[in-house]
């Protein structure tokens, strides 16, 4: 038996790194799944964006394990586009219990320099992508009367902001604060909402960003000191690292478990 089994699970930003970790995983478990990602690069950053093959690879990855599957490329930004995708995801697999609101972005600058448009989908991806996710999915949760559980993918910088990111810093702040707030008022229907938070993953935006990373350090040391030794030898999670503790999350052993933050991050947010 998976802990997943009979269950449907929705997720974001599912092409690869820490959602496709997430789609295996619950695929592994018994879940069918249905998969979105922009598959296009959704704002300007330091590493490459996803691509429609990297998607079909998590399609290919889930079938393999004998798994159902309903994916489209989406735009978080895009509500229309998300509602559409989770009608004929339920529609196709009969019902959906768990989301997994992972899709966003990173990039750096601080906040007084850096152009408004990035400002603004950091705010509209990272923030506004995750109210999006919840606005098209928990409708259908909610109908189905099966109870389920969402989680929101935040950050270490969702619990202490960090120098370089107040942009990214706003975002998942945010994020913590509607999670907790859906928490409540989702209460009723037993649909629980925790958020996650990583530090480091051994992803691509993780990765082929750090050259940035390690440039913007160069040309403003106080932003060094602000990370203090911490970023320059960090502990770097695997994105399966972070995919059990979204399992774990999204099954029944954390049934009595609703408006929590789970740190995943070797104790950054204790530094």
């Known amino acids: 038996m998976g802990k997943l089994d009979s269950k449907v699970a929705f997720i974001t930003g599912a092409a690869r790194g820490q959602g496709r970790a997430h789609a295996v995983r619950m695929a592994e478990e018994g879940a069918d799944i249905i998969l979105s990602d922009v598959c296009a690069a959704a704002t300007e950053t330091d590493y490459p964006a996803a691509t429609a093959e990297d998607l079909a690879e998590t399609v290919r990855q889930v079938e393999a394990l004998g798994r159902r599957v309903v994916w489209a490329p989406a735009d978080v930004r895009d509500l229309s586009a998300l509602e559409?995708?989770?009608?004929?995801?339920?529609?196709?697999?009969?019902?959906?219990?768990?989301?997994?609101?992972?899709?966003?972005?990173?990039?750096?600058?601080?906040?007084?320099?850096?152009?408004?448009?990035?400002?603004?989908?950091?705010?509209?991806?990272?923030?506004?992508?995750?109210?999006?996710?919840?606005?098209?999915?928990?409708?259908?949760?909610?109908?189905?009367?099966?109870?389920?559980?969402?989680?929101?993918?935040?950050?270490?910088?969702?619990?202490?902001?960090?120098?370089?990111?107040?942009?990214?810093?706003?975002?998942?702040?945010?994020?913590?604060?509607?999670?907790?707030?859906?928490?409540?008022?989702?209460?009723?229907?037993?649909?629980?909402?925790?958020?996650v938070h990583p530090w480091g993953v051994s992803t691509p935006?993780?990765?082929?960003?750090?050259?940035?990373?390690?440039?913007?350090?160069?040309?403003?040391?106080?932003?060094?000191?602000?990370?203090?030794?911490?970023?320059?030898?960090?502990?770097?999670?695997?994105?399966?690292?972070?995919a059990n503790a979204v399992l774990f999350l999204a099954s029944d052993d954390a049934r009595t478990i609703t408006g929590t933050q789970l740190t995943v991050d070797h104790g950054a947010t204790k530094i």
């Open 205 to 242: 935006m993780a990765l082929e960003g750090a050259e940035a990373h390690q440039k913007m350090f160069a040309d403003n040391p106080s932003y060094a000191a602000a990370m203090g030794q911490y970023w320059f030898d960090p502990p770097i999670s695997t994105p399966e690292d972070i």
């Open 84 to 195: 559409d995708l989770v009608a004929r995801g339920v529609a196709a697999l009969g019902r959906l219990d768990v989301v997994v609101a992972n899709a966003g972005v990173s990039n750096w600058g601080r906040f007084w320099e850096m152009p408004i448009a990035r400002w603004r989908d950091m705010i509209d991806i990272n923030l506004t992508g995750v109210f999006h996710t919840l606005r098209a999915t928990v409708p259908a949760m909610i109908e189905a009367g099966n109870g389920g559980s969402i989680v929101c993918i935040s950050s270490v910088a969702g619990i202490k902001s960090l120098p370089g990111q107040a942009h990214y810093a706003a975002a998942k702040h945010g994020v913590v604060g509607f999670a907790n707030s859906a928490a409540i008022e989702l209460g009723p229907y037993r649909i629980r909402v925790n958020t």
